[in-house]
């Protein structure tokens, strides 16, 4: 049994406890909350709910620490902490900022002989797998990803963070002419407007200036203020009643050309609909933790990414049965 512990117990850490339950090689040892774990309900019964600051009362009771936190202040420095005492993975999403996570970790982890995963998930993770795998089968190319329909959580919480916004989701959502012009191969140029719109379901305080809200949404830089956005205020009933799941997806296509003239069109694609965003990540990532528990067993320490994984080490099917029925 490859022994599991959570550490951070929001939608991720609820989805990698439902992933637990589907994966009888895989057991929960422990929750860690930073909040009074007397008030943190799990749906593991006989589990210890445990406070982050006793994490350590753990060490070798945990085969891999799955860590579930955000990536903007808590993995930065959760990551490599944590990893100094146990195998960890986490699903570090800032794409931009991998390189340097990824040094920060790995620094560490080679000291202290334990063995890290970062940026497990489907983008990073699936997505960036498959990005590779087109690019290298099909070097004369271009590389488009499509993200949506779907909730960007980032995106909601920034909306509710502007005052007057009681509560809020942001759906990303790829512009359909562009799509269709991708995967017929034509290889177009698309500036970042030109691929997704954003559409917002904004619940105001009474009284709230929504005329001051919506601008304050379709400006705000590295959020909307590069895209095509629709605000609609409704109520928090509507909110409760027609947005409270939180769906994703998207697309990952490659368009390329082979033979001595360029003269064939290829198009590669790759697309995920996800009805709950974070129990696909968490299902994701705890394959991953499981590549992760077989690599230090095999006394691989220091950091990794999906791209240094074996496909069989994800399965716990073993490998001749793999070959004999997936190859």
């Known amino acids: 049994m490859i022994r599991i512990g959570i550490y951070g117990y929001g939608n991720l850490g609820r989805g990698i406890e439902a992933a637990i339950r589907q994966n009888p090689d895989t057991e929960l040892v422990a929750v860690f909350t930073r909040r009074d774990p007397a008030s943190v309900r799990i749906a593991t019964d006989g589990v210890t709910v445990a406070h982050a600051d006793t994490v350590k009362d753990y060490i070798g009771k945990i085969d891999v620490m799955v860590l579930c936190g955000g990536s903007a202040t808590d993995l930065p420095t959760q990551t490599p902490t944590l990893n100094e005492y146990f195998n ?64 960007s959580q980032g995106h909601s919480d920034a909306i509710r963070r502007i005052e007057g916004v009681l509560d809020a989701r942001q759906y990303t959502i790829p512009v359909e002419e562009a799509l269709a012009a991708v995967r017929s191969g034509v290889s177009p140029t698309l500036t970042t407007r030109e691929k997704h719109t954003r559409e917002c379901f904004v619940v105001a305080e009474e009284g709230a200036d929504l005329e001051r ?40 296509i490659r368009s390329g050309k082979t033979g001595l003239s360029a003269e064939h069109t290829h198009v590669i694609e ?15 990532i705890l394959a991953y933790a499981r590549a992760v528990y077989r690599m230090h067993e095999k006394r691989l320490t220091g950091c990794y990414t999906v791209f240094d994984v074996p496909p069989a080490y994800l399965s716990p099917k073993p490998y001749t049965e793999l070959i004999a029925t997936m190859l």
């Not at 909307?224 to 605000?231: G, H, I, Q």
């Not at 790759?270 to 994701?284: G, I, M, Q, R």
Request: charged share 25%; aromatic share 12%.
């Open 88 to 151: 960890v993975i986490d699903s570090f999403d800032t794409h931009a900022k991998i390189p340097e996570h990824f040094k920060s970790v790995d620094s560490v982890s080679k000291k202290a002989g334990t063995t890290a995963l970062i940026s497990a998930g489907w983008d990073p993770g699936m997505f960036s797998l498959n990005r590779l795998y087109a690019s290298a089968i099909l070097p004369d190319g271009k590389d488009y990803t499509f993200w949506g329909k779907g909730v």
């Open 213 to 252: 809200i919506e601008r304050e949404i379709k400006t705000m830089p590295n959020y909307f203020a590069d895209y095509d956005t629709t605000v609609h205020f409704i109520s928090m009933e509507e909110l409760k009643r027609d947005h409270s799941g939180i769906p994703h997806g998207g697309f990952v």
């Open 270 to 284: 790759y697309s995920l609909k996800l009805d709950s965003n974070p129990e696909f990540t968490a299902s994701v």
